[in-house]
Structure formats: C-alpha cells, structure tokens
C-alpha cells in the first residue's frame, strides 16, 4: 500500500499543481489510528495491578505508512472494564500509561468511581489536562524510537463480594491521529 | 491531447489515493452503509465531472461534421456535501454528531459501550478540476460521442474509461425555427481496480454515469453561440473492498470483501454557456447548475 501512496505522490503534487493553485489538501493526509489493550489485573491485595505493552507496530496503518509519517498527535483515551470479581471495588482505580520503558509517566488518572462494575458497557473517556497531552505528544514526536508504552490498571485496596483472590479485566483504548506526507 | 489525457490520468491517480490513501481509518475501514455515505460526494463528483461538456451547441448539419474537443472542468463541492451524520448501527452509538465526508475535514471520533468507534478524516476539498477528451461525428443531425482512456496500470492498480453520447437534432425537422434545439443522451463509465498481491487492500469500483437532456442554442453572426440546456442525470458507484475494521466493533463482517453501491447526488443540472468560432476553431465556456456546481470550458476543432 505504501508502494501505491509513494508511486502516485509526485504526479498528484506535481500534475495537480498545473490545474489549481491550491493543492495544499494534496500534501498530507491524515488518519485516525485506534489502539488498545485488555489488561487483566489479579491477586489479593491490598492492591493489585498488570502492565502491558502497546506497540504502534503491531498496528498495520501504522506500519503501512511508517516511512511517511511526518507527526502523531494524541486525540482522546479511554477506559472501561470487561469483566470483574462481584462487587469489586477499592479506593481507586488507576489507568497510568507509562513511556515504553515501562519507568516514565506520561499519565495517571484515577476513576471518579472505585467500582469496577461502574465502567462495565460504559466506558470512561480519560479527561487529561494540556500538561498531560502536551507530554504524550512530546513523547510521539520521536514516534520513531518511540513507538511503545506501557500501560498499567490498578484498584487499590481492593475487595469484593467474593474473593481474594480478586480479578478485573479492564480495555484501555486510545486514539492517535497520524499525519502522512504524500 | 496530451494535457487532457494527462488531466484524465490525474483523476485515475486522485481516485487511487482517495480510495488507498488512507490505511488506517479509511473508507474501506467503514462498514457499507457507512462507506456509502463517507463516499457520496465522490460518486457525486464523477457524475458532475463525466456529465459535463456534452454540447456547445444544438446545431447539427446534415452533411458529415467531426468534433474533437478537451474539455476542462472546475468542480466545487458544497458544505452541505463536506459531513454526514454516522449511523453506525451499534447499540450505545446512536444520535451521533457529523462527520467528513471524504471531501470533507475532521473525522470524528464517538465513545459508546464498546469503546471508540472512529471515523475517517476527509480530504478538505472544497473543489476539483478535471478533465477529459471527446471526439464526435454527425450525420443528417444525428451525432455520435465517444470518450475513451484505455485500461492502464498506475503500480498496483488498473483504471480506465469509456462514454458514449448519442445526440439528435428536433430542430431540424421544424420549419424556420427561432432556436436550434437538440436532446442528448449520455453515458460514462469509470473502472478502477486493485490488481496488487497484497488481498487486504482490494478494491474495485465501478462508476456508471447517465444524462439525458434537451438543450437549444442560438448562433449570432456565425461566430458567436449563446446556448443552455436542461438535463436529467444521475451516478452510480459499484465498490467492493477488504473491509479490515480496525475499531473491532462488526466481526460478522471483517477480513472480507463487501460490495456497496454509493448513489451520486446528480439529478438535475441546468447550463448556460456561450461559445466562438474562429474557422475551425471552437472555444466554450458554460455554467451548470447542478448538485456541485460545475464550471466547464471546452476548446474544440470542428470541420
């Protein structure tokens, strides 16, 4: 596919050029990319939490462009929970994405809610402040070496109608848009 | 001959990307009867493109006459064809504010009960020029219209083109009439297909245009044509397209082809143009009407 973007690119700019003075719409394009992970977290407290690893390049729309892509900009996030031990809740539950080495935040956002069954079919968009943008996007302008996080759930002083042990599974879904040279 | 076939390659190119351009969030990432909407103005465009520049005049002698013309047209989209409202059809995703359309801006991005559902960006087109080239023969004030670009391979993808016109003079069997008047029918046929190894990206459309019109026309001095015409048309694209759905939200349809048809928004197009003849020479400009307005000019050399 990217074969097709990179064969077409000089005769669209260039042709296109001689029948209209404003082809600036010919010169990016840009593409919404959904990515997300399910995190099971389990244990018997007082806290339990799971890290994973997401990668743009396990992601075709991103490999498919990788060496067209001239920025990604963080657009919106969100958590919700798949399935969970009955009645757990703690005193927080926290969704923290981590730089791909796992060690540096880039956020960390606690639910207005500590009841799992809260977010169940109803997911939660992760409302971050423009510091908190302002470093994931500084963090995916070097999208080449930084292509990875580590995104991590956990409830704090859990418990629940039954159990320990305890066990949620939760979706965290984020959105980024790619902006591709053509 | 060479601008206008070059115009026409660009159109192919253009549709290659529009269609290619996007692999993440795309048109062939949207379920049909979204696809369809997303795609609209698209179907729209080839229809005010390919039926357009028919006529410059409703005249038709009876002895033999020979046009060949290259026609160049500036298509504009309007705002109310740049978003759509998305119905994706999904419990907990209803109600949704609009979205572009492929000609328009900022794909939205919606949060249900299965998390997000995101929508493809447009490219910003406010407008489009083309082009295209013609040749006509007539006889006892029948006229025949061909348009025709070879299928041609453009890297891992094939596109070509056909139209036929056919066109009658009414007029000429009218005694002394104060106008030339003519009725017309039009066909155009636009093919693209992904003929790459990779199955993920297949795409095939296939955009079918018609026009029927009456149009009338009025020479001054033999050397200027005042003209108009009204015109029934319409546009039709067939599409089949790996549907890949990145937002994991239709698994009773992903990782197959689906077919849609997307239906232009042309029906009915009003033109007023005016034409000179220097010798051999043709030179037409004329303003339609239509669902996208169209501004179309035509350089001919008729004998």
Redesign the interface.
């Known amino acids: ?5 990179n ?2 690119a000089a ?2 700019i260039a ?2 050029g ?3 003075t ?1 082809c600036d ?2 010169e990016n ?6 990515i ?1 992970k399910e995190i099971t977290a389990s244990g018997s407290g007082p806290d339990i939490f799971e890290r994973e690893t997401i990668c743009f390049t396990d ?3 991103f490999n ?2 990788a060496e067209d892509i001239e920025e990604i900009k963080y ?2 996030s ?1 958590f ?1 929970t798949i399935n969970a031990t009955a009645g757990l809740q703690g005193t927080g539950i926290i969704a923290t994405l981590y730089q791909g080495d796992g060690v540096t935040p880039l956020f960390s956002f606690t639910m207005p809610s500590a009841v799992a069954d809260d977010y169940k ?3 939660l ?1 992760l409302t971050l402040n423009q510091q908190q943008i302002d470093l994931l996007n500084n963090y995916l302008a070097n999208y080449k070496t930084n292509n990875c996080f580590v995104a991590e759930l956990r409830v704090a002083n859990v418990t629940g109608t039954s159990g320990p042990p305890y066990s949620i599974t939760g ?1 965290f ?1 984020m ?1 980024v848009e ?1 902006q ?1 040279k ?1 | 001959m060479i601008k206008s076939s070059i115009t026409f390659f660009v159109l192919s190119v253009l549709f290659t990307r529009l269609i290619f351009a996007q692999a993440g969030v795309s048109l062939t990432a949207l379920p049909p009867d979204e696809a369809k909407e997303y795609a609209k103005p698209l179907a729209t465009f080839l229809g005010s493109y390919f039926n357009s520049g028919g006529y410059y005049s409703a005249n038709l002698p009876k002895e033999f006459q020979f046009k060949f013309s290259i026609i160049g047209s500036y298509i504009t989209i309007p705002k109310s064809q740049q978003t759509f409202k998305p119905n994706p059809g999904i419990a907990g995703y209803e109600n949704l504010e609009e979205t572009a359309t492929i000609t328009g801006s900022k794909g939205n991005v919606y949060l249900g009960s299965q998390g997000f559902i995101s929508y493809p960006h447009g490219f910003d087109i406010a407008s489009l020029p083309s082009g295209i080239y013609q040749a006509a023969g007539s006889y006892y004030g029948t006229e025949l219209l061909l348009r025709f670009f070879p299928k041609i391979k453009v890297s891992d993808s094939e596109t070509g083109f056909w139209g036929l016109g056919v066109k009658h003079s009414i007029s000429q069997w009218i005694k002394e009439p104060p106008l030339d008047f003519s009725v017309q029918l039009m066909i155009n046929n636009f093919n693209f297909e992904y003929v790459g190894n990779n199955p993920k990206d297949y795409v095939k459309t296939d955009s079918k245009n018609f026009a029927v019109n009456v149009h009338a026309s009025k020479t001054f001095n033999n050397w200027f044509i005042a003209y108009g015409g009204f015109q029934y048309e319409s546009s039709s694209m067939d599409m089949d397209y790996y549907f890949r759905d990145p937002n994991e939200l239709y698994p009773q349809l992903a990782d197959r082809v689906l077919s849609t048809n997307i239906k232009g928004s042309n029906n009915f197009r009003i033109t007023a143009g005016g034409a000179i003849k220097l010798s051999v020479l043709v030179l037409n400009v004329d303003l339609n009407l239509t669902s996208q307005f169209t501004l179309s000019s035509g350089l001919s050399i008729q004998f």
């Open positions: 596919m990217k074969r097709i973007i064969y077409n005769f669209v042709i296109v001689l029948f209209s404003s719409q010919f394009v840009f593409l919404n990319l959904p997300d992601y075709d729309s498919d462009n657009v919106t969100a919700f079919n109803n997911p968009k979706k879904e959105v790619l591709i053509l």
